[in-house]
């Protein structure tokens, strides 16, 4: 059961450096920092980045209007964004990140809700790319605009109520991809003004778990269903994931639909909301 049920959605950097120059393929830097780490990673894919890439950013292609951090933007704001970007109907998208895995699953994520499903995570991202000697740009690309269709599916996303109502119910699991320390409320949140713990009855794994801790590159299909088994999740339930902000989740949503799990969602607002003071029920 090492083989994963979706293959097409993970492809190495060995793969893509045989088709950097295919008209059909695109690259994506989806490359993210928390406020609190102080890097800007505009600036960084600025200096370098894989050649062709755009930057995706963030911050920037979401809902603007609310208060907490890159809420899924509107359908409009998606299309318009991507029309600017050159990313469109009929392009293999490649995503990656400067961590290795951290952001890049959550652009992933982001594209399939809006309805764009050739879409792939590059396995162990920029950190590899680099390592093996491949090339690099500061060179700015300059696009051709291209159509998408943008069209939202609210099947892959949960709102603060509908997790509030889940706890009562447990229709779904619910599993946060945080740190355990933070998970358990032994560690402060980077998020300023939210409380510590975790979602009343949910499960824990760290996304990191899912990773090779050296190359950053996704385990093998049966060790990430032996550690989502292994925290007490049902594979055979529905999943929603969360985490700090929506980022991390998504490589859990992402872990999950690599072993052929489809029945997940993502708690877009995550622990940047539910964390706030107020209401909601929170453990220990």
Known sequence: MN???????????????????????RVVDATY??????KNARAEYGARHIPGAVFFDIDEIADTSVPLPHMLPSPEKFSARMRKLGLGDGNKIVVYDAHGMMS???????????????????????????????????D??????RHLT?????????????????????????????SAGRFQGQE??????????????SFNVPYTDLLDPAAKTFLPADRIRARFQQAGVDLGKPIVCSCGSGITAC??????????????????????????????????
């Open 188 to 201: 402060s949140e980077p998020w300023p003004g939210r409380r510590s713990g975790h979602i009343p009855g």
């Open 33 to 38: 920092y928390l406020p609190v780490q102080g």
């Open 104 to 138: 890049a699953a959550r652009v992933w994520w982001t594209f399939r809700v809006f309805g764009h499903r050739d879409v792939a995570v590059l396995d162990g991202g920029l950190p590899k790319w680099i390592a093996e000697g491949r090339p690099v740009e500061e």
């Open 140 to 145: 700015l690309p300059h696009p051709r605009e």
């Open 150 to 178: 943008a069209r939202f599916n609210n099947l892959m996303v949960r709102d603060k109520e509908q997790v509030r109502a889940n706890i009562a119910s447990k229709r779904e699991q619910l599993v946060d991809a945080r």
């Open 3 to 25: 083989s994963y049920a979706h293959p097409e959605s993970l492809v190495s950097t060995a793969w893509l450096a045989e088709r950097l120059n295919s008209p059909d393929i």
């Open 251 to 284: 490589v859990l949503a992402f872990a999950l639909h690599l072993i052929g799990d489809e029945n997940v969602a993502v708690y877009d607002g995550s622990w940047s909301e539910w964390g706030l003071p107020g209401d909601t029920p929170v453990e220990p």
